[in-house]
C-alpha cells in the first residue's frame, strides 16, 4: 500500500469516524494554531518599535515599558495558545489511536486461520504496535512540527513583504528553497542507511538470541568460535551503516549551516546598507535577524521531520496492509437460525486442499446423529484434525458440504456454529492468568455454581483444594506451571462450562503418560455420556467404547464401524491395533 494511501485510511479516524463534538475540538484546535502563528510572526514588529521608540525615530502613543509588556504578552499568549491546542487536539488523537488499534485487533480476529498460519503471530502484533506508534508519531510531528513551521513561515514571509523592500522576500525565499531541497535529498539518503542498519540490527539481536537459546548446543559441539565469528559479521556490517549515518549527518547539518549563513549574511548586509542610507530603522534591522532565526531554528528540524513522517507513514501502510486483508471464510448477510433441540451432522462427499497440488480430504462421507460418539482414527498426515477444522469453519469446504440439521454450515454464522462445539485438543494452551480466568473462558459470564459444577465434572476440585491460592493460582506462560494432566482437566472445565451440544476430543490424552491418560479417558468417557462427541484419536484402546469409528488413509475413509466390526475385517484397524497391543 502506498504512503498516501495509507493516510487516506487513517485520516477518517479524525473526522468522520468522530462525534460533532470530536469534529469541534479538531477545528478550535487549527484555528488556535492559526492565532498562534500569527501572534508568534507579529511579536517581534513589537520589539523594533521599542527599539526604534528608544532610538528616537519612531514616535508612539505606547511608552517603551507599555512595548515592552505587550511584546511579553504577544509572546506569553502564543505560548498558551501552542499549548492549550496541543491538550485540547490530544483528546482527538489518542481516541482515534485507540480506535485504530481496537478496528485492527478486531480484524485480526475476523480473519481465517490460513492468514495467521501464513504470518508469524510475533510479525502481526509488531504490525499493531509499530503501526500504533507510527500514528502517534505521524500526527504529532505534523499537527505539531510541521504544519505550525509552515504556517509561521508563511505569515513571517507576508509580514516581510510588507514591512521590507522585496528582495528580502526573494533573498529567504531562495535561501529556504535550497535549505528544504538539500534536506531533502541528504535525508532520503539516510532514511535508506537508517532502514539498513535497523535491518543489520535486528539480523544481529536474533543471531544472538539464537545462539544463545541454543547455548548447550554451542557447548556440546565446541562453536562457542563459529558463533562469535557470525555474531562479529553483523557487528561489522552494523558498525559500517553506523557510520555512514553519522558522516550523512555531519554532511547535512554543514550544507544547512552553510545555506542559513549566507542567506542570514546577506540579509543583514542589505538591511545595514538600509539603515546607513536611512532606508530601514535600526529596529528593522534587529528584527529582520529575529525573524531569519525564527525561521531557522525550526527549519533545522525539517530533515528529522521528514523522515520521521516517511517511517511513519511505511509503518502504518504495512498496518492497513494488514486491515484491507479479507478472510477467506467469511458469514453470508443474511446467516440462518438453526433450532437447537435436534443435533445432527452431516458430512457430504466432502474433500479438501489446503493448497492445489496437495489433497487432505478426498469425498470424505460420515453421519454423527445426536448422542453419538464417532471416532476418527489413521495414521498422522491422513486428515483426522483437518475435518475438525472444517467442522469449525476454520476453512471452508472445496467440494462436498457439511451440514447441521440438513442446513449446510455456510449458510450458519460463525459465532452461531462455533458456540454449539466445544474442544478439548492435544495440546491445552492457557493464558497467563489465574485458574478461574482460564476455566470461565468456556463461559465468560457464568455463576459461580456453573463454574463449580464445572470444576467438578472435570474432577479439579481436589488439585484446587490443594493449591494456597485455590482458583486465583496464576498458570504461568502457556500453562506451563501446570501438568500435562492438569492443563487438560483445565480444558475439560472450559468446555463443560461451555454447555455445548457436541464435545471434540482432538487426541486429547496423546501427549500424557499412562497413568494420566487412563484417569483423564475415565473423566472424557463420563462427560461424553448423552452428548454428541467426536474423537480423534491415536491410542486405539481409548475409543473401543465409540459407535462408530472411521479409519483414514491418505484422505479417505478406508474402513468403518464398531471396534468389533473392524476387528473382524482384519485390515487396517486390526493392524494398527496389534502393533499398539504388541507394544505393552
Known amino acids: 500500500m502506498r504512503s498516501s494511501n495509507a493516510l487516506s485510511k487513517v485520516l477518517p479516524y479524525f473526522w468522520t469516524k468522530h462525534s460533532l463534538k470530536a469534529k469541534a475540538i479538531v477545528i478550535g484546535s487549527f484555528l488556535l494554531l492559526i492565532f498562534a502563528k500569527i501572534l508568534a510572526a507579529y511579536v517581534p514588529v513589537y520589539f523594533q518599535k521599542t527599539i526604534d521608540v528608544m532610538n528616537g525615530t519612531l514616535q508612539s502613543v505606547f511608552s517603551v515599558v507599555t512595548l515592552i509588556v505587550i511584546y511579553g504578552l ?5 505560548t498558551m495558545l501552542n499549548d492549550l491546542r496541543e491538550v485540547m487536539f490530544s483528546r482527538v488523537l489518542y481516541r482515534a489511536i485507540r480506535m485504530l488499534a481496537l478496528d485492527v485487533f478486531r480484524h485480526l480476529h475476523s480473519l481465517s ?7 508469524q503471530t510475533g510479525a502481526v502484533t509488531r504490525y499493531i504496535e509499530q503501526g500504533v506508534q507510527a500514528m502517534e508519531r505521524l ?12 504556517v509561521e513561515i508563511l505569515f513571517m514571509w507576508v509580514l516581510i513583504l510588507f514591512l521590507f523592500p522585496y528582495y528580502f522576500f526573494l533573498i529567504i525565499f531562495a535561501t529556504i528553497s535550497l535549505y528544504i531541497i538539500s534536506t531533502y535529498i541528504i535525508t532520503n539518503y539516510r532514511t535508506r542507511v537508517l532502514r539498513e542498519r535497523n535491518q543489520i540490527e535486528a539480523h544481529s539481536n536474533h543471531r544472538a538470541i539464537d545462539s544463545l537459546l541454543n547455548y548447550e548446543t554451542v557447548k556440546y559441539f565446541c562453536n562457542e568460535e563459529v558463533e562469535s565469528n557470525l555474531y562479529d559479521r553483523t557487528l561489522s556490517k552494523f558498525e559500517k551503516t553506523a557510520v555512514k549515518l553519522r558522516e550523512s549527518l555531519a554532511l547535512l547539518n554543514v550544507i544547512q549551516g552553510i545555506i542559513a549563513s549566507l542567506g542570514l549574511t546577506a540579509c543583514m548586509y542589505y538591511a545595514a546598507l538600509g539603515v546607513m542610507d536611512n532606508t530601514l530603522s535600526l529596529g528593522q534591522y534587529v528584527i529582520i535577524h529575529s525573524y531569519l532565526i525564527q525561521m531557522y531554528i525550526p527549519l533545522g528540524n525539517l530533515g528529522f521531520m521528514y523522515r520521521e513522517i516517511r517511517e511513519a507513514l511505511l509503518k502504518l501502510s504495512t498496518m492497513m496492509e494488514v486491515l484491507e486483508a479479507e478472510s477467506d471464510v467469511k458469514d453470508i448477510k443474511e446467516p440462518k437460525l438453526i433450532s437447537k433441540d435436534n443435533f445432527k451432522i452431516s458430512v457430504e462427499d466432502v474433500s479438501f486442499s489446503y493448497i492445489k497440488e496437495r489433497t487432505i480430504l478426498n469425498n470424505i462421507s460420515f453421519n454423527i446423529e445426536e448422542g453419538q460418539t464417532i471416532a476418527l482414527v489413521g495414521e498422522s498426515g491422513s486428515g483426522k484434525s483437518t475435518i475438525t477444522k472444517l467442522l469449525f469453519r476454520f476453512y471452508d469446504v472445496t467440494q462436498g458440504a457439511i451440514k447441521l440439521n440438513g442446513i449446510d454450515i455456510r449458510e450458519l454464522s460463525q459465532l452461531g456454529l462455533r458456540g454449539m462445539i466445544a474442544v478439548v485438543p492435544q495440546d491445552t494452551v492457557l493464558f497467563n492468568d489465574t485458574l478461574e480466568y482460564n476455566i470461565r473462558y ?6 459461580d455454581d456453573e463454574v463449580q459444577s464445572a470444576i467438578k465434572g472435570a474432577h479439579l476440585k481436589e488439585f484446587i483444594g490443594r493449591l494456597p491460592q485455590g482458583l486465583q ?9 501446570l501438568s500435562g494432566g492438569e492443563k487438560q482437566r483445565v480444558a475439560i472445565a472450559r468446555a463443560l462450562l461451555k454447555s455445548p451440544k457436541m464435545l471434540v476430543f482432538d487426541e486429547a490424552t496423546s501427549s500424557l503418560d499412562s497413568s494420566t491418560e487412563q484417569e483423564i479417558q475415565q473423566n472424557l468417557t463420563e462427560i461424553s455420556k448423552g452428548k454428541t462427541a467426536l474423537t480423534i484419536a491415536h491410542r486405539l484402546s481409548t475409543i473401543q467404547h465409540a459407535d462408530q469409528i472411521l479409519v483414514l488413509d491418505k484422505g479417505s475413509i478406508i474402513e468403518r464401524g464398531t471396534h468389533g466390526e473392524l476387528m473382524a475385517l482384519n485390515g487396517m484397524y486390526t493392524k494398527m491395533w496389534k502393533q499398539q497391543t504388541e507394544k505393552k
Open 113 to 119: 486461520l490460513r492468514f495467521h498460519l501464513d504470518r
Open 442 to 447: 468456556g463461559k465468560v459470564d457464568a455463576s
Open 473 to 481: 493460582t496464576i498458570v504461568g506462560e502457556r500453562g506451563l506451571k
Open 139 to 150: 500526527i504529532q510531528f505534523t499537527t505539531y512540527g510541521l504544519l505550525p513551521t509552515v
Open 74 to 78: 504577544a509572546r506569553l499568549s502564543s
